[in-house]
T-cell receptor
């Protein structure tokens, strides 16, 4: 059974600071997604990475897929209160679209 | 237009009752899922259907029975509800982008509370 471990579990920072969230696994994934979930809502897809070593940027968010496709990171530059939320990584590794989710990282950005 | 919609959003019921949650997607996706999110926010897959056929059935009590009347709908029926069934249940859908690459779109969730 694949398992994605996210770290840290909780992160509280001041507005303007940078932060990095990690997602690690011992398994190789064909693709990995990052989602953000806000209270009372479902997870919303932020990005999908597919190629080992791939880097994608979404405004102040930078996503990286490890060379071996077993890990990923999410870096937020100059965090804003609107970045507050639960960040989830999910990996897909078989042809039927079965996602394995990490336990999530709760990010709180205070003004 | 809501891409993945599920109803109801909140459901409070007594132990032993039977309840259903409905889900519809208008994205034209072939695959739909039910996930359970526990109090620690961990999302665990329960079922997956591809073109109305059950393809993933994780270790879920057989009190939970999914039904897919067509590929745009996936409902979840729960018999004899127990306190431990209290959680948020999410419906999702996805489409293959390429082999092994999927992107899931989630509904807003149904918060089930069993008392």
């Amino acid at each position: 059974t694949q398992l994605l471990e996210q770290s840290p579990q909780f992160l509280s920072i001041q507005e303007g600071e940078n932060l990095t969230v990690y997602c690690n696994s011992s398994s190789v994934f064909s693709s990995l997604q990052w989602y953000r979930q806000e209270p009372g809502e479902g997870p919303v897809l932020l990005v999908t990475v597919v190629t080992g070593g791939e880097v994608k940027k979404l405004k102040r968010l930078t996503f990286q897929f490890g060379d071996a496709r077993k890990d990923s990171s999410l870096h937020i530059t100059a965090a804003q209160p609107g970045d507050t939320g639960l960040y989830l990584c999910a990996g897909a590794s078989d042809s039927w679209g079965k996602f394995q989710f990490g336990a999530g990282t709760q990010v709180v950005v205070t003004p | 237009d809501t891409a993945v919609s599920q109803t109801p959003k909140y459901l409070v019921t007594q132990m032993g009752n039977d309840k259903s949650i409905k889900c519809e997607q208008n994205l034209g996706h072939d695959t739909m899922y039910w996930y359970k999110q526990d109090s620690k926010k961990f999302l665990k897959i329960m079922f997956s259907y591809n073109n109305k056929e059950l393809i993933i059935n994780e270790t879920v009590p057989n009190r939970f029975s999914p039904k897919s009347p067509d590929k745009a709908h996936l409902n979840l029926h729960i018999n004899s509800l127990e306190l431990g069934d209290s959680a948020v249940y999410f419906c999702a859908s996805s489409q293959d982008i390429s082999w092994g690459v999927f992107e899931a779109f989630f509904g807003q969730g149904t918060r089930l509370t069993v008392v």
